[in-house]
């Protein structure tokens, strides 16, 4: 995390570290922010004693495989068991992974955030629903964080993960629709997904709207 024009995430995390004198120590030589396409930071640091190290923290199946480094597959279904455990609670979880002295990623763990919807959120979309508009969830989280969520909403939790774009483009396209104006809504998404679906609305007729939940 980067504590200048650090994110809410960023925010949160530097308020956990009890003394932050220790941060003294380092030196951020480059810090590469959060882009929804790689799901991940990353941040090159020296020590005062000149070692040099990455560190980076995103989606924790994105820090899987770091420039082309492999994470074992007993970490990989440790990490998944866990993200599995906190994304039915409803928490977020991130991955932070390091890379050891002789350069080789290292996964170091999971931190968990509790990042609930805003308090008028439920009622604003019980309004929509009661004016006709059908509202769906499309969200870059954990599939299990996405229907949780919605539970909370009062929103249905027939919703698909980024599996289901897999090898889109071949499947029938009356099929692909259908998919996509009967579900309630798709998780762990990106970027292009959330074009492809309004794109697709928009085809079958509807008018197609999109905003974060904070607007």
Sequence with gaps: SKREHADAIDTAICKTIPNKSILEAFTTEKFLPFDPVGKKTE???RDRQGAFFKVSKGAPQVLFNIEGQEMPEEVQ???NDWVEKLAGRGLRPLGVSRTDADGN???????S?????REDTRDTIEKALELGVDVKMVTGDHLLIGMETARKLGMGTKMYGNAFFKGIESKPRTWVRAVIENADGFAQVYPEHKYFIVEQLQLGGYFTGMNGDGV
């Design 113 to 117: 955030l509790f990042d609930p919807p």
């Design 105 to 111: 990623w290292q996964y170091l763990g999971l931190i």
């Design 77 to 79: 279904d440790q990490v």
């Design 43 to 45: 941040a090159h640091i």
